[in-house]
C-alpha cells in the first residue's frame, strides 16, 4: 500500500529473472536503473521482468522498461514481461507498448522463449 519497490534478481539458465513488487514511480526508478545497469555489466543481456507484484509505474518507470528493452535488444538479447496486473497492462495498452513487449503467463515459459531467442542470435 505504502510507495516503494522491493527488487529482486535471480539468474536461471543464463537469464535475469527481475521480480518487481510495489510501486514503480520518479523516486524509486534510480535504484531500479541501477540494478539494471548491474545485470547489464555482468554481461547479461537477457532478462525476464516479473511484473506479478508491480502495483503501479509511473512514465519514468516506463521509460525504464523501454531503455531495458531496447539495450537488450541492441546487444542481441531480449526481454519479456510476465505477468502484468490489470492496473499495469491498462497502461501498457493506453500507450501501445503491449505491442512492443513480449508479455507471458509465467516466468517459465518467458525463459523457455528468450533462451530460444537468446541462442538464434
Do not use: Q, W
Not at 555482468?42 to 507484484?53: A, C, E, K, P, Q
Amino acid at each position: 500500500m505504502a510507495g516503494g519497490l522491493e527488487i529482486s534478481v535471480v539468474e536461471r539458465d543464463n537469464v535475469a529473472v527481475v521480480k518487481l513488487k510495489g510501486s514503480a514511480d520518479i523516486s524509486e526508478t534510480t535504484m531500479l536503473e541501477s540494478r539494471l545497469a548491474g545485470i547489464f555489466a555482468s554481461g547479461r543481456n537477457r532478462i525476464v521482468m516479473d511484473l506479478s507484484g508491480l502495483e503501479f509505474t509511473s512514465s519514468v518507470g516506463l521509460g525504464s522498461l523501454i531503455r531495458t528493452h531496447i539495450r537488450c535488444r541492441d546487444s542481441g538479447g531480449g526481454m519479456a514481461l510476465v505477468n502484468p496486473r490489470a492496473a499495469v497492462m491498462r497502461v501498457f495498452k493506453t500507450t501501445r507498448l503491449n505491442e512492443l513487449f513480449e508479455l507471458y503467463g509465467s516466468v517459465n515459459e518467458a525463459l523457455e522463449e528468450i533462451k530460444v531467442k537468446g541462442s538464434d542470435g
